[in-house]
């Protein structure tokens, strides 16, 4: 593996110049992957029994709303949460709100 293409462990050691650079790469990488994206076995089967069961469901997520929304659509797991937060819509992860 060619070590000069890797993004450096620690987000200080990034050259800030380079940051929309890795942000484009990863990108590229994650949606050409996307769809071989599938759940983990048993996953919707969960889902269906916490529905029956009455549990109320929320996600919050580092994924934009268009991410999470492809991602609901791609499983058909969006029906099943009663509400989501998204990063583009609050403040980030760890932020209470």
């Known amino acids: 593996m060619n070590t000069q293409h890797l993004i450096p462990a620690r987000q200080e050691d990034l050259d800030a110049s380079r940051i929309e650079e890795f942000s484009a790469r990863y990108r590229h990488h994650y949606f050409a992957g996307e769809p071989e994206i599938v759940l983990f076995k048993g996953v919707r089967e969960l889902m269906v029994e916490l529905a029956e069961g009455g549990a109320r ?5 580092g994924k934009s709303r268009r991410g999470l929304d492809r991602a609901f659509g791609a499983t058909g797991l969006g ?19």
């Not at 949460?81 to 609050?90: G, H, K, L, Q, V």
Request: proline letters at 12%; one cysteine or more; hydrophobic letters at 45%.
């Open 57 to 61: 469901l929320a996600v919050a997520t």
């Open 79 to 97: 029906m099943f949460f009663a509400a989501s937060r998204c990063a583009d819509e609050t403040h980030p992860k760890p932020h209470p709100a």
